[in-house]
Every structure is written in C-alpha cells, then in structure tokens.
C-alpha cells in the first residue's frame, strides 16, 4: 500500500489521493468507513501525511471527506471496477495483475479487460512494458479509464490498419480517459496511411492526458464526427504526419501539448471545428504548426509556441477565431497567416525572423492589433486583396530601425497590389520605413511612426 | 504604376512575374536595385520568372510627389501632368489671392497705405 503524503483542501480531492484511493480497495473501504462516521463540525483543510492518519479516522478527515462526498461518491462507483494489466515481457505474473499479457497480439488481453469491465465503467490499469498490438483497442464503454504507467507503458503497433483507426480506437464512449501511455505508431515498419496513435469518434466529455503519440504514418491523436466536449492536455505527438487532428468536432480543448517535427501539421483543425480552445502547446518544427482550416470559426488559438515551422499558425476559410499571445518565430515562410478569413482577432502575438511575419490574402474585417513583427526577411505585415481591416499598434522594424536596416524589397507594412480596400493602417511603429501602399481605394493610413522626425498624419 | 512609400509616390521601373505554387505572381520595383533584389531572390528559390522595364518616360513628373493618401496621388496621376501643373497653379493663385486679401485687411485695419 503506497503511503502518500497529501495536501487535501475540503473542496476537492487531488488527483495523486484519488489514485491511492483508486489503487487498492482497502483504501476505498477507509475513505467509506469514514464517510459513514462523518462528523460535520470541522471543515478545516486537511494535510494527510500517511494512509495511518486516514485509518484513524480522525475527525477532521472525516469532515474534509463529507465535504468531497459528490466526488468520492464517483470514485466509488469505479472503484469496484479496476482491471489490472500486464506482461510477462517486463516479468509480471498473474500475481500482479488480473490479465496478462505475452507478448503476442497483446490487444486481446487488454479488450478482454475492457469488456469484463461492468456496463458503466471502471478502470484498466496497464503495467509497465512493451505491448505488441495487432489489432485495435476497443474502448467502446463510457466512464473508462485505460492508464499506464507513462513511458514505461508502451503500446506498440505491430499491424497496418486496413481503415483509419488507432492503435486506441475510442468509438461513441464519453466520460473515458486514456492517460499516461506511450503508444508507438512503429512508422518505420508499418506505414499505412489509416494508422493512428488514439482516435476518438463520436466521443464526448473524454479525456486524452499524459499520453505519448510518437511515430504514427497519420495522425498522433485524431478527434473526429462530432467528437466535442473532450480535453486532450499534456501529450506529446512527434514525428507523425499530423500531432493533433480535429475534423467536425467542436468545444474541445486542446492543451499543454508537445507536437513537434510532424511533417505536415502540428495540430490541425478541419470541417467546421468550432468553438475550440487551444492554449499552451508546442509546435515546432513541422510544416504548418497550427493549421484551421474548412469554416472553422470561433476557435481560440492563444499562448502557444509554433516556431521553426515553414508557416506558425495558418487561418484558411476560418471566421471570428481569436489569435492571440503567441509565440511565431523563426518559420521559413509565414508567422501567421489569414487567408479567405474574415471576423478575426490576431493580438500580442510575437513573429520575428519570419520571411512574413503576419500575412493576410484575401481576407477582409479581420483586426490585426499589438503584434511584434520584428526582423522578418521580407515584411512585417503584409495584405494581398484584403479590405476593411484594421492594423493597428503593431511594432515592425528591422534592425534598431534605421533606413539602412532595409532593402528595396524588404517591408515595414505593405499593402500589396490595388485590391486592398478600405483598411485603416494606424499608430504602428515602423521605424525604418513608411508603410508601402501599392494601390487600392480608401485605405486608411495616419500616425505610423516611420522616422524620428516624421509621422504620418 | 506607382506605389506610396509613407507620403511619397514612386514610380514603378519594373515588373517581375513568376510562378510560386502554381499562382502567377507580380512583384514591381521602384529601382534597379530593387530589380536586382527580387531576381536574386527568385534565383535562390529557383524559380523561373519574367521581368519587363517599364516606361514611365511621361510620368516622371510624378514622382516624388507627396500626398495624404494613395486616393488622392491616384488622382493625380490620372490628371495627367498638365492638368496637374494647372490645377497647382490654379491653387497657387487661390492661395496669393488670399494672402494679398489678408494683407489688405490688414492694411485698411491699420490705416497704412500699401
């Protein structure tokens, strides 16, 4: 029995608690003896330092307990339903676990446990090990839990899928979470184009957490036909074609994550994926860091990293997404790109040493607002047949903004060719260079600070 | 063909076609120097392109013109220089014409005889 040392407040249960309380039921049945002998006088917050304190008892636990008794009663309703899995590969015995593995068609063990589990749920907890998976995992039942022990835990594919499916195929189950696995897509020897890390289909409220999705021929983790409400948080998806994918699915959040050297996208969003949150992730060094793409409109791309890309973060056919507070540094092509979008907000971004750093093409009544878009090859910010957007309080300059820091062909602010209408291009700082007008009716161009000397007004 | 850099328009000397991804693309310059930038960029990136002078002999009265905005230079440009010299000189009279009105009010106010 593990003797944790818990800080726990009287309103919530910490996730390292509620995986002691999970692991045995022993412990289960302390934390339910106590709930039964609660007492409601304290409610003060409560430092467990060892499993000894809560056997006691005592009558701060209790209340701190009768205060999380919404969320323990959840705990036990799964805790009854733990499935433990194992190999003889990493020298585990029957002992250890309740199913075990040999290292063959590893996947019949780990769906027989699925299945044994009861109708709502219950939680698969697979050892430390290599798993050889000729065939998907199955996690059609909602409220299940498949967790490994990180990258200990590896499950690794050993078939070519003849349809689009992970070696976690998630189908029409909610309230599951797949955590702290390592899955190996295994793309040197099996390269079929349907082979996925985890995919979800028609998934709702699930969780995907702590999950390494490394070396897939496709996708590391793909969300798709009306998979919505899921978190998918703290995974790392490298050297795929795609990290993260989402397709016809909306109010997801996607977190935390680590997607890096995929060969075309970072995370990418397609087919009216609306309404998502992607905050915090890492996506380096892939062809397109952050991709929306197909009227997906009111996503919320904020605070991630998307450098050493050839395009940071890329907006196509997209409408009233929020881009803002990200890092785009050091793509070949594009920090950030707009085309065919209208409606967006692109603000506190950061795109230096791009070729481009912000690049709207045809893409109108987008506003474009305190971004830093310094030493890019070519332009700072750059409109092709966009019309009716506002660029206002960037900071664009090269060098320490001197004439001299510029060539003929590199750019402060440029409106490129006579299909930019109506924009209002204002108070940016472009020390160095005027703002470029190549054409166009009633743009708007006043108070940009080019030299010091100079505004324009 | 002109462009405004901040107040001033320049003239265009140059256009470059080229094609990147399959888009037929334009770039004009202002200068040789210029020219020569774009060209050596699309060598690097090894794409092929067209460049063609462009004459801008009746034009040169033009350039370096400054302006509020790219509505009122395209007005201009499209006025042509002779209208364009009338029209300045039209404004200039306007503007002498009120000077010497103010200097005349002046002088009548302060009872001096011009």
């Not at chain 1, 996947?107 to 998976?133: H, K, M, R, S, W």
């Not at chain 1, 075309?264 to 991709?291: A, P």
């Not at chain 2, 801008?56 to 201009?76: H, I, M, P, R, T």
């Amino acid at each position: 029995m593990k003797t944790p040392n818990y800080d726990l407040k009287k309103t919530e249960l910490t996730d390292t608690f509620e995986d002691w309380i999970d692991n045995d039921a022993e412990n289960w049945d302390i934390v339910d003896s106590a709930l039964k002998s609660a007492d409601e006088k304290s409610a003060e917050d409560i430092s467990f330092t060892d499993t000894f304190n809560i056997a006691d008892g005592a009558t701060n636990v209790n209340s701190a307990l009768i205060n999380i008794g919404t969320k323990a009663d959840t705990i036990k309703d799964r805790k009854y339903a733990s499935v433990v899995v194992g190999t003889t590969q990493s020298g585990h015995t029957l002992a250890d676990c309740d199913y075990l593995c040999d290292g063959t068609a590893d996947q019949v063990e780990i769906n027989a446990a699925i299945t044994a589990l009861p109708a709502d749920g219950g939680e698969i907890i697979i050892l430390d090990g290599t798993y050889n998976i000729t065939a998907k995992i199955n996690l059609n039942k909602s409220n299940v839990t498949i967790s490994g022990d990180g990258n200990s835990t590896i499950l690794k594919r050993m078939y070519d899928s003849s349809s689009s499916e992970g070696v976690i195929t998630l189908t029409s189950a909610n309230y599951c979470k797949i955590k702290d696995l390592q899955i190996d897509g295994n793309k040197a020897t099996y390269d079929s184009s349907n082979n996925i890390g985890i995919r979800l289909t028609s998934g709702s409220n699930n969780t995907v957490t702590g999950n390494t999705c490394n070396n897939n021929t496709s996708y590391g983790i793909f969300l798709t036909s009306s998979s919505n409400n899921n978190t998918v948080t703290g995974n790392t998806c490298n050297n795929n074609t795609y990290g993260i994918i989402l397709t016809s699915s909306s109010n997801n959040t996607v977190t935390g994550n680590a997607c890096n050297n995929n060969t075309s996208y970072g995370i990418y969003l397609n087919s009216s994926s609306n309404n998502n949150t992607f905050t915090g992730n890492t996506c380096n060094n892939n062809t397109y860091g952050i991709y929306l793409t197909s009227s997906s409109n009111n996503n919320t791309v904020t605070g991630n990293n998307c450098n050493g890309n050839d395009y940071g973060i890329f907006l196509n056919s997209g409408s009233n997404n929020t881009v803002t507070g990200n890092t785009c540094n050091n793509n070949t092509s594009y920090g950030i790109v707009l085309v065919s979008s209208g409606g967006n907000t692109v603000t506190g971004n950061t795109c230096n040493n791009n070729n481009i750093g912000i690049y709207l093409n045809s893409s109108s009544t987008n506003t474009v607002t305190g971004n830093a878009c310094n030493n890019n090859t070519s332009y700072g910010i750059f409109l092709t047949s966009s019309s009716t957007n506002t660029v206002t309080g960037n900071t664009c300059i090269r060098g320490t903004g001197l004439p001299d820091d510029y060539t003929s062909g590199q750019y402060t602010i440029r409106l490129n060719g006579t299909n930019n209408n109506y924009n209002l291009i204002a108070t940016n700082n472009c020390m160095g260079k005027a703002v470029v007008v190549d054409g166009g009716t009633g743009n708007s161009v006043y108070g940009n600070k080019w030299d010091a000397g100079n505004d324009l007004e | 063909m002109f462009r405004l850099l901040g107040r001033k328009a320049e003239l265009y000397r140059y256009k470059i076609t080229y094609l990147e991804d399959e888009i037929e693309i334009q770039e004009n310059c202002i200068s040789e120097e210029h020219k020569n930038e774009i060209e050596q960029m699309l060598k690097d990136k090894k794409l092929s392109f067209e460049t063609q002078e462009i004459d801008q002999a009746n034009n040169e009265w033009f350039n370096g013109l400054e302006f509020k905005s790219y509505d009122e230079a395209l007005e201009v440009f499209n006025l042509g220089e002779q209208e364009y010299m009338k029209r300045k000189e039209r404004l200039l009279l306007i503007d002498n014409l009120k000077l010497r009105a103010d200097i005349d009010f002046i002088a009548i106010m302060s009872e001096v005889e011009l």
